[in-house]
């Protein structure tokens, strides 16, 4: 019986929700402005962050192993910071704000045109922001050597556990370091195939009932 062949990109369909075990309740509390790398790299990927407004601190993520945390300070009443799942969509080293008096916003990572971003800044221990996600200094600028345009980032109410579990399979094509919380709501278009031939997998159609249309 004739096989299909898929490029590796379709191995991304293997990604897998995190068990509860993966989660990190268990952890103490983050003093306002503290943060912890728990791991130095090198990275095997992808990096991705979890950021919670009611605990009001972040999760950096290598695949699903747990590699920093960060207290954060989010936006404030009148100003609250979006629940979503966003990718960084710019990086500047040096930024200052658009929309309030020129205020400085070093490391700043943008997840939304309309103002919300990560960035360096004043961390209380509450949510005391415009909206943006306030992040300790060294923090923001070890985070900011990490990131590339489009790391996802999941800013939710309370969750802080690892989004997903990586099939091995994704994880050994050393090409592969793209990662979805979800639909991406139109805010990126996906990546383009890579050029060239890659590993290429067969696949028995009568097993997985695919449907083939001719031109």
């Given at each position: 019986?004739?096989?299909?062949?898929?490029?590796?990109?379709?191995?991304?369909?293997?990604?897998?929700?995190?068990?509860?075990?993966?989660?990190q309740?268990?952890?103490?509390?983050?003093?306002?402005?503290?943060?912890?790398w728990?791991?130095?790299?090198?990275?095997?990927?992808?990096?991705?962050?979890?950021?919670?407004?009611?605990?009001?601190?972040?999760?950096?993520?290598?695949?699903?192993r747990?590699i920093?945390?960060a207290a954060?300070?989010?936006?404030?009443?009148?100003?609250?910071?979006?629940?979503?799942?966003?990718p960084?969509?710019?990086?500047?080293?040096?930024?200052?704000?658009n929309?309030?008096?020129n205020a400085?916003?070093?490391?700043?990572?943008?997840?939304?045109?309309?103002?919300?971003?990560?960035?360096?800044?004043?961390?209380p221990?509450?949510?005391?922001s415009?909206?943006?996600?306030?992040?300790?200094?060294?923090?923001?600028?070890?985070?900011f050597?990490?990131?590339?345009?489009?790391?996802?980032?999941?800013?939710?109410?309370?969750?802080?556990?690892?989004?997903?579990?990586l099939?091995?399979l994704?994880?050994?094509?050393?090409?592969n370091?793209?990662?979805?919380?979800?639909?991406a709501?139109?805010?990126m278009?996906?990546?383009?195939?890579?050029?060239?031939?890659?590993?290429?997998?067969d696949?028995?159609?009568?097993?997985f009932?695919?449907?083939?249309q001719?031109?």
């Open positions: 019986m004739a096989a299909l062949r898929l490029r590796p990109l379709l191995l991304l369909s293997t990604l897998l929700l995190a068990s509860a075990g993966h989660a309740a268990d952890l103490p509390p983050v003093a306002p402005g503290a943060y912890r728990m791991e130095q790299g090198p990275w095997d990927g992808p990096i991705y962050m979890v950021i919670s407004i009611g605990k009001q601190r972040i999760h950096v993520y290598d695949g699903d747990l920093g945390i954060v300070s989010t936006g404030m009443k009148g100003h609250r910071t979006p629940t979503g799942d966003y960084i969509l710019q990086k500047r080293q040096w930024h200052r704000s929309l309030y008096s400085p916003m070093p490391f700043m990572q943008r997840l939304t045109w309309d103002g919300i971003a990560l960035h360096a800044g004043h961390n221990g509450y949510p005391a415009h909206g943006c996600i306030r992040l300790p200094y060294a923090f923001a600028r070890q985070l050597a990490m990131t590339k345009i489009g790391t996802p980032v999941a800013v939710t109410q309370d969750r802080l556990s690892a989004a997903l579990k099939d091995p994704v994880l050994a094509d050393p090409d370091r793209v990662v979805s919380f979800g639909p709501s139109g805010r278009p996906p990546p383009e195939p890579a050029s060239g031939e890659g590993p290429m997998l696949i028995d159609p009568a097993i009932g695919m449907r083939l001719r031109p």
